[in-house]
């Protein structure tokens, strides 16, 4: 794999192989000194064009974890305000020879264009309301942690679909693994192609405890220009997954920031349910297998040092 710009990128045996290989990574964040050599040398540039807290700073500590050298590149306080195009900014930072570029960014496919301007291998860590392929790795890598696998695992992916890159990797990945999905919210937060995607659509929480996996998604209101709900408090009411809806033995996700008091309670976040700190913690060991993949790939013939036992 040279580059990951999308989950379709991965079958499931490619996928099972990067969650082996985070699994064999989680040794390295045990150690008295966190590191293993595997990406010695090799130069790592991070170009966010939108915030973000768990994923930049766990590609920032995968790359550091596996020895490379790390450049971060965030929009503002760049030329980017100052009007330098992605073309030209991808093709500034490439003079200083990245081998890999992380990128997120507003623009739906902009990680797509990026391999005519630089030879970096390319991964997607979130393009609008596109994709998010990392997420969706550390997502199954933490079920199957907690689960063994995931056939004929029911999840539920509830809320704010429609603008959710999150959601639109994760049904794929899901699927890929053997897990069914089953898709809720507000119709108006619905994709128009969710019929088409292999998944059940409800409008309703009723049912909701047929589910194994309760997924909360975040309302997105950045990324909303019209009113798609009368009000928060109004769609909280009808679709908040809370501890009066949550069963005790549905294990609960979301991909963070939650905003407490609207799709989720304070209570179910902070329950033994709640899988959403492990989903941070897996976020790093899978960022590694990620580097190590796309890196392992474009210097075919050039064995990369295994990780060292502890
Ligand atoms: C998500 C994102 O930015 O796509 N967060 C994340 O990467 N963990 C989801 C969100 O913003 O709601």
Redesign the pocket.
Known sequence: MKHLLSIGDLDRAGIERICDRAAAFESVGGQDIKKVPALRGRTVLNLFYES?T??RSSFELAAKRLSADVVNFVASGSSVEKGESLKDTVLTLSAHRPDVIVIRCPWAGGPELLPRWTDAAIINA?DGKHE?PT?ALLDVYTLRRRLGNLDGVKIWIVGDVLHS??ARSGIVAFQQMGASVTLAGPPTLMPREAESLGVEVRTTLDGLREADVVYA??M?HERMDDAFVPSLREYASVYQVNARRLGARQLLMH???VNRGVELSGDVVDSPQSLILEQVAAGVVVRMAVLYEVLAASRSGDPITEPQPA
């Open positions: 973000s768990r994923t979130g998010h997420q890159r999150v998604l975040r997105q991909p963070g920031p």
